[in-house]
């Protein structure tokens, strides 16, 4: 039998990994014993990864209604989303600095597998495509900032499952395969446009500002009743 620790763990990340993959929608509730059940451990193994995941933004719970799989508000995404921009341009001048040979390895190999997964399934390609950003950071050597990251990455996750009108796995895996090249080239500010133009992309898909409807279509209900 695994011991706690190790049992916590595993629950953690599959449940991180079905919300993620978007299986488990924002606003799901996540019954302890529902969720122990299905896993095989106590409510006690569960109660600790709810926790893990609350601490992560990815959770939110409730005196007496239990855990449910939060819901950000637009305010609080774009928010996260201005926080991330900060770290990942930090991300890329740690690593135009210098890299070990085989940080590019692990990165190629990881694009190798977005690749691979390109247009064949949106919920899989949604989950590798943060977790370049979150092997960057960790390429870095910087505990504190791969954490940081790591946490605003899965959030945004979380945020374009809420918000996202689709998810483009072409333009991720053809951007990611650039940043690497300018990393490797050096090429600091060509690596940070790069990003930015990324992660812009990825917020306009989220649709976070609300866009007025014009006088047209405002008055064209009013139209219909005039003409009646």
């Given at each position: 039998?695994?011991?706690?620790?190790?049992?916590?763990?595993?629950?953690?990340?599959?449940?991180?990994?079905?919300?993620?993959?978007?299986?488990?929608?924002?606003?799901?509730?996540?019954?302890?014993?529902?969720?122990?059940?299905?896993?095989?451990?106590?409510?006690?193994?569960?109660?600790?990864?709810?926790?893990?995941l609350e601490n992560?933004?990815?959770?939110?719970?409730?005196?007496?209604?239990?855990?449910?799989?939060?819901?950000?508000?637009?305010?609080?995404?774009?928010?996260?989303?201005?926080?991330?921009?900060?770290?990942?341009?930090?991300?890329?001048?740690?690593?135009?600095?210098?890299?070990?040979?085989?940080?590019?390895?692990?990165?190629?190999?990881?694009?190798?597998?977005?690749?691979?997964?390109?247009?064949?399934?949106?919920?899989?390609?949604?989950?590798?495509?943060?977790?370049?950003?979150?092997?960057?950071?960790?390429?870095?050597?910087?505990?504190?900032?791969?954490?940081?990251?790591?946490e605003v990455v899965l959030r945004?996750?979380?945020?374009?499952?809420?918000?996202?009108?689709?998810?483009?796995?072409?333009?991720?895996?053809?951007?990611?395969?650039?940043?690497?090249?300018?990393?490797?080239?050096?090429?600091?500010?060509?690596?940070?446009?790069?990003?930015?133009?990324?992660?812009?992309?990825?917020?306009?898909?989220?649709?976070?500002?609300?866009?007025?409807?014009?006088?047209?279509?405002?008055?064209?209900?009013?139209?219909?009743?005039?003409?009646?």
């Amino acid at each position: 039998m695994a011991d706690k620790n190790t049992l916590t763990d595993a629950v953690h990340d599959l449940l991180r990994k079905a919300i993620i993959e978007q299986a488990l929608k924002p606003g799901m509730r996540l019954p302890e014993d529902t969720v122990g059940e299905q896993f095989g451990v106590s409510r006690t193994i569960v109660r600790h990864a709810l926790v893990r995941l609350e601490n992560e933004g990815l959770v939110v719970t409730y005196k007496n209604r239990g855990a449910f799989v939060a819901e950000p508000s637009k305010v609080e995404a774009q928010h996260i989303f201005e926080v991330r921009r900060c770290l990942e341009t930090e991300v890329i001048r740690v690593l135009c600095q210098g890299i070990h040979k085989d940080g590019f390895d692990r990165l190629e190999a990881h694009v190798r597998h977005e690749d691979a997964v390109r247009g064949k399934n949106d919920p899989v390609s949604i989950r590798l495509a943060g977790e370049f950003h979150i092997l960057l950071a960790e390429l870095t050597g910087n505990h504190v900032l791969a954490r940081y990251v790591s946490e605003v990455v899965l959030r945004c996750s979380l945020i374009m499952s809420l918000y996202a009108r689709n998810h483009s796995s072409e333009c991720a895996v053809d951007e990611h395969s650039q940043i690497i090249g300018a990393i490797r080239a050096g090429d600091q500010a060509r690596a940070a446009e790069i990003m930015e133009h990324h992660l812009g992309a990825v917020a306009g898909r989220a649709e976070l500002t609300a866009q007025p409807d014009s006088i047209q279509s405002i008055l064209s209900h009013y139209g219909k009743e005039l003409a009646n």
